[in-house]
């Protein structure tokens, strides 16, 4: 079983609609939490990062994290097709320690 | 203009030749990373670095190299021994003691 599991998609939705990207993890003692959206043929950027338990808003995105399900969500409100990207879920236990990353959901909207 | 630069952007390998991958970072970062990325998978970690002159081996390093002898310069050295290199080669940094990555544009390398 992989430590982190992320749905591959493709997933497509309307511009506008609400874009939920979950990822789910294997190792309690994760307590950084991060999404990076990377574009075709570019490096990754990060986009939300959170700590430990709880929501982080930043615009039309929402971080949700649910350590007691070990489960992490992504929320785009209002999307717009220049959303369309890959976006990959990441994690790390300390501050010191090897970041995992998720292998991607590949996210269109279509206009 | 802060940021991390890879060069070249896409790269080709003969069967037994050396490539060097470039990363340079002018952020001031103290760490540096090399992923490899392949489609349907994660990042995989081939070395990292936290600081000048020290590097540690991450989960796929064989066939691969890198020096450190600059804060600024993390070199990735892709060897004759590393029999599937076809991919999408990442470079990162961090701030040390700081788990936030960032990456630069990044470099295709393709067998010839």
């Known amino acids: 079983q992989k430590e982190v599991e992320q749905d591959p998609g493709p997933l497509s939705v309307p511009e506008g609609a609400i874009v939920s990207l979950n990822c789910t993890y294997s190792?309690?003692?994760?307590?950084?939490f991060m999404w990076y959206r990377q574009y075709s043929r570019k490096g990754p950027e990060l986009l939300m990062y959170?700590?430990?338990?709880g929501n982080k808003e930043d615009g039309r995105f929402t971080a949700q994290v649910d350590k007691s399900s070990k489960y992490i969500s992504l929320f785009i409100r209002d999307s717009q097709p220049s959303d369309s990207a890959t976006y990959l879920c990441?994690?790390?236990?300390?501050?010191?320690?090897?970041?995992?990353f998720g292998s991607g959901t590949r996210l269109s909207i279509r206009p | 203009d802060g940021g991390i630069t890879q060069s070249p952007k896409y790269l080709f390998r003969k069967e037994g030749q050396n490539v060097t991958l470039s990363c340079e970072q002018n952020?001031?970062?103290?760490?540096m990373y090399w992923y490899r990325q392949d489609p349907g998978q994660g990042l995989r970690l081939i070395y990292y670095?936290?600081?000048?002159?020290?590097?540690q081996k991450g989960d796929i390093a064989e066939g691969y190299s890198v020096s450190r002898e600059k804060k600024e310069s993390f070199p990735l050295t892709v060897t004759s021994a590393q029999k599937n290199p076809t991919a999408f080669y990442l470079c990162?940094?961090?701030?040390?003691?700081?788990?936030?990555?960032?990456f630069g544009p990044g470099t295709r390398l393709l067998v010839l």
């Open positions: 990162a940094s961090s701030i040390r003691g700081e788990e936030t990555q960032y």
């Open positions: 190792n309690s003692a994760f307590q950084y």
């Open positions: 959170t700590y430990s338990s």
């Open positions: 990441a994690m790390s236990v300390s501050s010191a320690s090897k970041i995992i």
């Open positions: 952020l001031n970062h103290d760490a």
């Open positions: 670095s936290q600081i000048v002159n020290d590097f």
